[in-house]
């Protein structure tokens, strides 16, 4: 995935061990959460949905054997997908502050951000438009879909992975969100099993983050989700400055770099 990071620390045998303690498996009180999720697309939003993890801990931590579905509480037969290797496994690491993209579909989109740059996809195992440059997640469970976020509402959630059986036992959820009109919900914290307020649904053609990027107060989703221009792989920039109870980003946001994020 081509990312390269200076940190404190040093590296023996592909561990990372810096000054807060040594590497370990995904856990679910990592600090690894999801940072943005672009769900609401125009046109045939299939493809180009795609959703992204941030570690906003200040250690490394390993995604090998994780989970990530939109399987809620309710047990519906819905896709669940596993990173490569095992749980507790040091071959895919997310460093502190690395943001990491996952596409449905890592393509270019005719009028959506390009994703074909993408860390991951999900997979669709009868019927993919896959990118064989970029890694698959593993289905490992559940119907024969690929991910399918719905606009009206729906949820999303990241597990260790001691449990890909739906629905995804609360004690191994990292982290969850839920949006709009929710039917199915997922927990948002292994010490979170019942949201209490969904984010707000949005516009089409624009994506829920989290503002400022990373942070999580494992209350409600309401708390930590805005509305975002879609800036996959990128800081996360608010749809409109009140949007958002603190600046995301230092960066000037122009209409030249809205422009940008799209082809």
Not at 83 to 92: A, I, L, T, V
Not at 121 to 126: A, D
Request: negative net charge.
């Amino acid at each position: 995935m081509g990312r390269v990071f200076l940190l404190h620390g040093i590296v023996a045998s592909g561990v990372l061990l810096g000054a807060s303690g040594s590497a370990s498996g995904l856990e679910v009180w990592n600090k690894v959460v999801f940072n943005e999720i672009h769900y609401y697309v125009p046109g045939f939003d299939a493809h180009n949905e795609y959703v992204e993890l941030v570690n906003a801990g200040g250690t490394v931590a390993f995604l090998d054997g994780a989970v990530i579905t939109d399987e809620g509480e309710d047990g519906m037969p819905e896709a669940v997908f596993r990173f490569p290797g095992q749980h507790g496994g040091y071959e895919h690491p997310i460093w502190p502050d690395e943001i990491v993209l996952i596409a449905v579909d890592a393509v270019e989109g005719e009028i959506e951000p390009d994703l074909s740059n993408a860390d991951w996809e999900f997979v669709h195992p009868s019927d993919d438009n896959d990118n064989p440059d970029v890694p698959n997640l593993i289905h490992c469970a559940g119907s024969d879909i690929d991910i399918a976020l719905a606009n009206v509402g729906d949820g999303i959630l990241l597990a260790t992975g001691t449990d890909t059986t739906a629905a995804i036992d609360c004690s191994s959820i990292v982290d969850g969100v839920n949006w709009a009109s929710v039917g199915d919900p997922v927990p948002i914290a292994w010490t979170v099993c019942t949201d209490p307020a969904f984010a707000e649904g949005i516009p089409q053609g624009n994506s829920i983050g989290r503002c400022p990027g990373g942070v999580d107060g494992n209350d409600s989703s309401a708390e930590d989700w805005f509305m975002m221009i879609p800036s996959p792989g990128e800081t996360n920039i608010p749809s409109w400055p009140t949007d958002c109870w603190a600046s995301v980003t230092s960066r000037p946001v122009s209409w030249g770099t809205i422009k940008g994020l799209y082809r």
